[in-house]
Nanobody, 123 residues
Framework: QVQLVESGGGLVQAGGSLRLSCAVS????????MGWYRQAPGQQRELVAI???????DYADSVKGRFTIARDSAKNTGYLQMNSLKPEDTAVYYC?????????????????WGQGTLVTVSS
């Protein structure tokens, strides 16, 4: 079984910074793409950033230049550094991870979501 735990949300003033963390644990054979999504009240969940095992990253246009996604493959942990935060960044942020689970064959694909962490940016 694979689990994912997020941390790091909170309340910050506009222009401030927060760092979110996402720890994946369990019988992980390989951790593939990790991503951060967010959902604001009354809005659909949207992709914020993704990162491949090799470190290639992609971002939503709304966060480019302000957010940075990173990962520590040795710790199976992902991060989202959020700088120059704006009130419109207020949302519940979710981490997502995909990969292959199992210590012995047969291995199986997995996809897990975190419980979500609230980020509130005040003006």
């Amino acid at each position: 079984q694979v689990q994912l735990v997020e941390s790091g949300g909170g309340l910050v003033q506009a222009g401030g910074s927060l760092r979110l963390s996402c720890a994946v644990s369990g019988m992980i054979r390989r951790l593939n793409v990790m991503g951060w999504y967010r959902q604001a009240p009354g809005q659909q969940r949207e992709l914020v950033a993704i990162i491949t095992p090799g470190g290639s990253a992609d971002y939503a246009d709304s966060v480019k230049g302000r957010f940075t996604i990173a990962r520590d493959s040795a710790k199976n942990t992902g991060y989202l550094q959020m700088n120059s935060l704006k009130p419109e960044d207020t949302a519940v942020y979710y981490c997502n991870a995909r990969g292959i689970a199992g210590h012995l064959p047969p291995y199986r694909d997995f996809e897990v979501w975190g419980q979500g962490t609230l980020v509130t940016v005040s003006s």
